[in-house]
């Protein structure tokens, strides 16, 4: 049997043990300032009701957007700060898009 063979074997009877009460899951604390697609969809929704809007909004694209509310990419350093600028004053952000003061 190959190496991913054995993994997935190992990971299979890890498994049944957990699902019979033989053996605890591990668990981990998710750092507080982390970016989850969970809260990444809860910043969109709390400042538009859409990816498109947010997109018209804070000029960042619907799929983007929708890539991280997915999991499928996570936001670089630049993203990131705004993501969380928004979380914190989307006023601002939105005075800062549009160029006023």
Not at 36 to 53: F, H, L
Not at 77 to 98: G, K, N, Y
């Amino acid at each position: 049997m190959s190496h991913v063979g054995d993994d997935l074997v190992e990971a299979f009877e890890e498994m049944a043990s957990y699902m019979r009460g033989e053996s605890q899951s591990e668990t981990y604390e998710v750092p507080a300032g982390l970016l989850t697609p969970d809260r990444i969809r809860t910043i969109r929704r709390s400042v538009a009701s859409s990816t498109k809007a947010f997109e018209a909004e804070f000029h960042i694209p619907a799929r983007t957007i929708e890539a991280y509310e997915q999991g499928r990419r996570r936001p670089d350093a630049a993203t990131t700060l705004l993501l969380r600028l928004i979380e914190t004053d989307p006023d601002a952000v939105r005075r800062a898009a549009s160029g006023t003061p």
